[in-house]
């Protein structure tokens, strides 16, 4: 009985685009890439693996390898599933594109028909006995939401005057963009829509700035999502669209070496715009390039995760509180 309640409950949030577009593409913000996911979401200023076309294309023209990476989680105690996969390919003159699929998979989710309610008005159906439910579903079905997007960014490297002891400061400005096609299915209803997002991300180099060898990196960014508004068109008589909200991620993060402990620390803190406002904070240890461990938070929730390199691959775990329960996300990330 408890996971029929569960499942119907994921159902009506499935359904809500059925009725009202306010929610329409929140399954995008579940966000992709377990380590950035491990950090609480806050990424958008550091973006350094294909999870960037997500939270911000204007970090993958620094990424300067191929990458192939995949996600899958465990979601509403198991009860979901959600899969993410990318492919990012650098090319010449400091520019990358990438391609990735995401998909959202409810499954089992009870069906329960009325049709044999119907010519009977409500008092009938009180008082009658045969025409009360039963509470027994009449059969099942799946929900997916399907995200798909293409991403293309642009390295632009400079100096900039600051008229501080006649020194020029390095930066290194990523601007990118990226098209997606969303596709949800509710049983035979389908709803697809067009959208746009684009990012920037700003590098420099606090050793510079601060003339003290031992600082490492500052990393700037802002995501706009939905810029040019996305809605999503369903195939019912009534013709439905619902529109996706228009949302802004901006995140700053210290990168600071630790040279005698063979670690790197990286700070980081990201606000999403979009509702009310929330406030994501991460950490993240990297230990001789071989291991990493880190802590999230946002929104009253925690996250924590932690990755291994094992012959040139990273493997990726992360552990996600929500209200409904504690979810796992399992990730794999190779360079070549």
């Known amino acids: 009985m408890k996971k029929i309640i569960i499942l119907s409950l994921l159902a009506c949030i499935m359904a809500i685009p059925m009725y009202a577009g306010r929610y329409a593409g929140d399954f995008m913000m579940i966000g992709a890439g377990v380590r950035a996911l491990g950090m609480g979401g806050a990424f958008s200023s550091l973006a350094d693996d294909g999870s960037a076309i997500y939270w911000n294309s204007g970090g993958l023209s620094q990424i300067r390898d191929s990458e192939v990476s995949a996600m899958h989680a465990f979601l509403y105690k198991n009860l979901a599933s959600y899969d993410h996969l990318s492919y990012v390919q650098p090319l010449p003159n400091d520019v990358s594109i990438a391609f990735n699929v995401t998909r959202l998979t409810v499954s089992d989710i009870p069906r329960f028909?009325?049709?044999?309610?119907i010519g009977y008005n409500v008092d009938e159906r009180i008082n009658n006995i045969a025409h009360h439910l039963p509470g027994i579903p009449d059969g099942t079905f799946r929900s997916t939401d399907d995200l798909y997007q293409f991403a293309f960014s642009k390295n632009i490297k400079f100096g900039a005057n600051m008229g501080w002891q006649f020194f020029e400061v390095p930066f290194e400005l990523g601007l990118g963009g990226n098209v997606k096609f969303i596709q949800r299915k509710i049983m035979d209803n389908l709803g697809s829509g067009t959208g746009f997002d684009l990012g920037l991300k700003l590098r420099t180099d606090l050793a510079v700035i601060f003339d003290e060898?031992?600082?490492?990196?500052?990393?700037?960014?802002m995501n706009f999502q939905d810029v040019a508004g996305t809605s999503i068109s369903w195939d019912t008589n009534s013709e439905m669209k619902d529109?996706?909200?228009f949302n802004t991620k901006v995140g700053v993060a210290v990168e600071q070496p630790m040279p005698s402990l063979k670690s790197i620390l990286i700070l980081a803190y990201d606000y999403d715009y979009i509702y009310d406002g929330t406030s994501h904070y991460g950490l993240d240890w990297n230990y001789d390039d071989r291991a990493n461990l880190r802590l999230g938070y946002y929104d009253?929730?925690?996250?924590?995760?932690?990755?291994v390199k094992v012959y040139g691959i990273f493997l990726?775990?992360?552990?996600?509180?929500?209200?409904?329960g504690i979810s796992n996300r399992l990730g794999l990330r190779v360079r070549f």
Do not use: K, M, R
């Open 113 to 117: 028909s009325e049709s044999h309610l």
């Open 213 to 221: 060898e031992s600082l490492g990196d500052l990393h700037f960014g």
């Open 243 to 245: 529109e996706v909200l």
């Open 300 to 307: 009253t929730n925690l996250s924590c995760g932690a990755s």
């Open 316 to 324: 990726d775990y992360a552990l996600i509180t929500n209200p409904i």
